[in-house]
């Protein structure tokens, strides 16, 4: 039986880069920046913990057995597995397994129009999950069960102030109306797929930390200053952090502004967790 972790307290990699270098990172619980100048590693080092999470044949899961070279302990110790999401900056096309409903028949798409349409289908499942929960509090006879109900329903409406308050300048505001994820802007509706890329790129990450519930997760996110504004990146981690305080993230960067509120830190150079 799996016995989900808060966190990864530690990565170790022994054959990065066909054995040339060997990385140890010790994780701090909320936020991990990776830095260091191109070709140093950094997406790299991602990408091969990404891997050895989809090599373990669980859903969201990870175990903690070797895999790509890769070793993982958790927090707690006896934990043995974790929930995580990975989150691309990349705008290039790729062939989607079926049609994105709302945006075209056709199936080749941006890759991140693609995980917006993916997490849009989770926030709906989200909601439905919210809604169960908050009818289970309210009928169950738990004497807080008011509260709870009520922190629920604010999380939700949090998000959306987030995303009216990013996007005000433009004029576009999320429908409320719409149990769907749709805009209203001076009157005309519109589908998320035409947002900008940084629009876009904001609303599949909040969007991803809403619906991951508050529950435990590892976010991880290569470069997610791409196409965002500077005030954008430079509340980003705070955002995240808001909307899900249990979430680790783990995330590369070349931008100084991601880090600007308080993450400095945060901050591990490629070459201080090189050991070979």
Excluded: C
């Amino acid at each position: 039986m799996i016995k989900l972790a808060n966190a990864i307290r530690r990565i170790e990699i022994s054959s990065l880069w066909s054995g040339h270098k060997h990385i140890v990172w010790n994780l701090r619980p909320d936020v991990n920046v990776l830095s260091g100048r191109n070709g140093a590693g950094k997406s790299t080092i991602l990408n091969r913990l990404v891997q050895h999470l989809r090599s373990i044949p669980l859903t969201g899961e990870l175990s903690a057995s070797g895999q790509l070279g890769v070793k993982v302990d958790f927090d707690p110790a006896d934990a043995t597995g974790i929930r995580y999401d990975v989150l691309r900056s990349f705008d290039r096309k790729i062939l989607a397994t079926e049609p994105l409903g709302g945006l075209t028949d056709a199936r080749i798409v941006t890759e991140l129009d693609w995980q917006l349409y993916l997490v849009q289908r989770r926030y709906l499942d989200y909601q439905v999950n919210v809604g169960n929960r908050m009818i289970q509090l309210l009928t169950g006879g738990d004497p807080d069960a008011r509260e709870k109900a009520t922190e629920a329903a604010a999380l939700k409406a949090r998000f959306l102030d987030m995303v009216d308050e990013l996007f005000a300048e433009t004029g576009k505001r999320i429908d409320r109306q719409s149990n769907e994820l749709a805009f209203v802007q001076y009157g005309e509706r519109l589908s998320p797929y035409i947002l900008s890329s940084g629009e876009k790129q904001m609303l599949l990450i909040l969007l991803t930390v809403l619906t991951e519930d508050r529950q435990p997760h590892v976010l991880f996110m290569d470069e997610p200053e791409a196409s965002l504004h500077f005030e954008w990146q430079k509340s980003l981690i705070s955002m995240v952090r808001e909307l899900n305080p249990n979430a680790q993230v783990l995330l590369t960067t070349h931008s100084p502004a991601l880090i600007m509120n308080g993450w400095e830190d945060a901050v591990t150079e490629v070459s201080d967790i090189t050991v070979v």
